[in-house]
């Protein structure tokens, strides 16, 4: 039993780090999209060279806070990058519904204040229309 639970955690662990590659050639990419040299972006970070490389190929592990910062570099946010990169959210987690809530942020699309603010927002709409007309 015990080498089932050691084999389940090695797979997890190499499924999360193929999605932290994932994220880095996504990353990479990103930068030659908006054809952009590595260099520059370092340059523009502050890092030494050829670090950008190091960390888009996995030779450096890859952290949250490097991904900030070539997004940042690339005019882009996390939201816009993620959104792309994680298209479907799956279900709906209540605890991040809670936690968004907490911090001030959107109702979801599937939640009744959701639904009223929009109701609300044509009935104005569609007044300001017919008023026109």
């Known amino acids: 039993m015990r080498q089932i639970a050691l084999y389940w955690r090695l797979m997890r662990h190499q499924e999360f780090e193929q999605q932290a590659q994932a994220v880095a050639q996504d990353l990479h990419q990103l930068i030659r999209m908006e054809k952009r040299s590595q260099r520059s972006i370092e340059q523009q970070l502050g890092m030494g060279s050829a670090i950008l490389s190091k960390l888009l190929n996995g030779t450096i592990r ?7 910062m070539v997004l940042s570099a690339l005019g882009m946010t996390p ?18 519904v809670e936690l968004g809530k907490q911090k001030g942020g959107q109702q979801t699309e599937d939640s009744p204040e959701f639904d009223g603010r929009v109701l609300r927002a044509l009935v104005r709409l569609l007044g300001q229309l017919q008023s026109e007309a």
């Open 62 to 68: 890859l952290q949250y806070s490097h991904v900030l």
């Open 79 to 96: 939201g816009q990058f993620f959104r792309v990169v994680y298209p479907d959210p799956g279900p709906e987690n209540p605890t991040l």
